[in-house]
């Protein structure tokens, strides 16, 4: 701690330029999980709460709206209020200049943004869920699958363009929800289910190749440019009569 008493306008200076070097001394903060210590940065001493998410998201791919942060006594930490304002409640100080908090992770704020399907945050959502689920996680998997029907085209071509992300390669549902999305009349979705093929099949089945075939007579480029690449990557069957 700095004290200054009330001297002449140059030890005020001098006090003043104190208070504002151990303001500026870096602080490293310990970010723990459920498994233990996660990372361990560096933040000055004016760093708010967010200040600190934005810097766990960039370093472990985890949205801010993903991110709950603890302190020592179990309390969340609201996002505009500074790390160090009520030290030590707002995380555990230690002797030589760290803090502590406690990353929790929770998805139903995503969730509930895919369910809202406002223009900008539904198709935000969508594109955030491949960061924090695992391929092949039937609640998300289910989520994105059921915005393929949404009424709103901005919702189904974000679906289109998570679903390979999230499910797993070679799911019959999923290869039927783009092989449906192939003959849609939307030409952002016909791409974008284009070009989900090669992730989540390695090979084509008669019907598929028939509509990929169908792709490259396409009245837009890109769809038949697409379609030209995917035939490319992916085998063809014996059995199945090539483009």
Known sequence: MVVCSAEPSATTAACAMAVAAVTATPVRVAVYSAAGLLLEVAVDRECTVRGLKERIAAQVQ?????????????????DSSSLFENSPASGQQGTEGELSVTLVKHLQALYDGIAAAHPDDGPKALEMLP?????GDERAVEAVTACLGHARDYMRRAAMCTLP???PPGDAGTIAAVRQGLQSTD??????????????????DESTLALLTQCKRDRCSLVRFAADEVLRQLKVPPNCKGP
């Open 165 to 167: 992300q999230v499910a």
């Open 62 to 78: 985890l949205p801010l709206e993903c991110q709950s942060l603890i302190d020592a006594g179990a309390a969340v930490l609201d």
């Open 131 to 135: 960061q924090v689920v695992s391929r």
């Open 187 to 204: 030409t952002p979705l016909r791409i974008a289910a284009v070009q989900a093929l090669p992730h989540i099949t390695s090979e084509l």
